[in-house]
């Protein structure tokens, strides 16, 4: 633990000393950096209304999160079916990766109104493909001597998914959930802005405020948040990979 | 279990043939070695014969006829499922053919007796060397009591001293058991050690140039290495394949 949390923390110190230096000697103007000191400051003075906004963030990213995780391996096991579906569906899928964001919330408050529902759906599109694309590609490249050994034996094709495909495309699984867990984060805090509610809101109130420090506030705490989504699919990972992969064995 | 090809051939991509026409049978029992070039078609014969792929034309039959799950296969690479223990690898084809958990259990212990890895059950692939992992591999064919037993150049990947002691105890298992084994392999020496007859193909089209019973005692452990008369036959091999 911590030889895990040390070496992050260090430069994360040397950069926050350097910065509130650099401020207070007037070599960064304040309105465009703040103070790390006067971050932590609108950090308390705003604490109810930014943990509160960080719960809504936090309820949104998640659920927009477990959709991606639900839709895209479903639709990579779809996908994985016949090189026909793939040809035929798989540039739709595509579509989630390309697609502007931010032109698209607009779109999403009409469909899904004002609120959680519209940050959700905006947080799914904005992660879905890392887990639809990364589970595709695990599933693909199973081993053919053992698709051999399978048929061989006579397994059904669901009993070869289920036995052989998906546990061979884990850890494949885990590094598009790594991905998307980011991308579920921005989502909701694109959907924040337009659909309204959590840290996206607060941003972009103190943004029309001049409240820089208060941007950078909520900023950090979106950042944490992803970092713990983060956090969690890597414990996830270990837990699941450490007996047989070798990215979760010591080295 | 016997094997016969009739006519058999094999075509990729329509145009490289990979088997023109092979005529061959293996009696039950026998242990035969297949050797030749890389390419000349001994990996899509095996493939063939264990119904993993189809000739073109011709006709390849078991015998007895009709019964399933009696072919068991061992690849170049042990290909285990790293995130099962030996045990569970082991007893793979048993869980797939809908044996009871209890009874492929048995029998997957008891195969891994077999090939001398009764303390290694709850080790992970990870933890296994080349070799023991290449002995999971022997007992995961073994467990179903397989008659026709394929090996794809299994040893190839493993240092000589583990080849050696592998080879004999593959000789072991074959003499206990009296299954049909097809082992195809690009090592004379193993081909010889291994096999009481041995089919050279040549290069290109798979054209057997070479079937020869091997005059070697029955029993075969390391000191026949140094036999003459197992030199005598590597020599005969040598010479079918670089002709």
């Known amino acids: ?251 | 279990m016997a094997v016969q090809l009739d006519r058999v051939r094999r075509v990729f991509n329509n145009t490289h043939v990979v088997i023109a026409g092979m005529d061959l049978r293996i009696d039950t029992g026998e242990f035969l070695a297949v050797l030749g070039p890389s390419g000349c078609g001994k990996s899509t014969l095996l493939r063939m014969i264990a119904q993993l792929a189809e000739p073109d034309s011709g006709q390849i039959r078991t015998e007895p006829d009709g019964e399933r799950f009696q072919t068991a296969f061992v690849f170049q690479d042990a290909h285990l499922l790293p995130w099962r223990d030996v045990l569970d690898n082991a007893a793979l084809p048993l869980e797939l053919m809908g044996e009871s958990k209890a009874r492929r259990d048995e029998k997957a212990r008891a195969a891994l007796d077999q090939v001398g890895l009764h303390d290694a059950l709850d080790r992970y692939p990870a933890q296994l060397s080349g070799g023991m992992r290449m002995r999971v591999s022997l007992a995961r064919a073994l467990v179903t009591e397989p008659r026709l037993l394929l090996l794809d150049e299994p040893f190839a990947a493993l240092d000589e001293i583990t080849r050696f002691h592998l080879d004999v105890q593959l000789r072991e298992l074959w003499q206990r058991r009296g299954m049909t084994v097809i082992f195809v392999t690009h090592s004379v020496s193993e081909a010889a050690f291994l096999a009481n007859r041995a089919v050279v193909l040549a290069r290109s089209g798979g054209a057997i140039k070479l079937d020869r019973i091997l005059e070697l005692p029955a029993v075969r452990n390391n000191e026949l290495r140094g036999d003459p008369r197992l030199g005598q036959e590597m020599r005969l091999l040598l010479g079918a394949i670089e002709e």
Not at chain 1, 56 to 72: D, E, I, K, R, V
């Open chain 1, 1 to 251: 633990m911590k030889k895990t949390l040390l070496p992050p923390l260090i430069p994360f110190a040397v950069l926050t000393l350097l910065a509130e230096f650099l401020v207070r000697q007037g070599f960064v103007r304040a309105y465009l950096v703040p103070a790390p000191s006067a971050v932590f400051r609108a950090m308390l003075d705003s604490r109810v209304e930014l943990v509160q906004a960080l719960l809504s963030t936090s309820a949104g990213s998640l659920a927009g999160f477990a959709m991606s995780a639900l839709t895209g391996i479903a639709a990579a096991v779809l996908l994985s079916s016949s090189r026909g579906v793939q040809r035929a569906f798989y540039p739709y899928a595509i579509f989630f990766q390309t697609v502007p964001l931010i032109a698209v919330a607009p779109l999403l408050v009409i469909w899904f109104g004002f609120g959680i529902q519209t940050v959700i759906a905006s947080a799914f599109v904005a992660s879905v493909f890392p887990v639809i694309a990364n589970t595709l590609s695990g599933i693909l490249s199973t081993d053919p001597p053992l698709r051999d050994l399978f048929r061989l034996y006579g397994a059904s094709p669901l009993v070869t998914l289920f036995k052989l495909r998906l546990p061979a495309a884990l850890p494949q699984v885990f590094t598009g959930l790594r991905v998307s867990a980011g991308l579920a984060v921005i989502g909701a805090i694109v959907g924040e802005f337009i659909g309204g509610g959590g840290l996206g809101s607060v941003v972009d109130v103190a943004r029309t405020q001049q409240r820089i420090d208060k941007v950078f506030a909520a900023v950090l705490l979106a950042s944490l948040l992803g970092l713990a989504l983060f956090g969690l699919i890597n414990l996830l990972s270990h837990l699941t990979l450490r007996r047989w992969h070798a990215s979760e064995q010591p080295d």
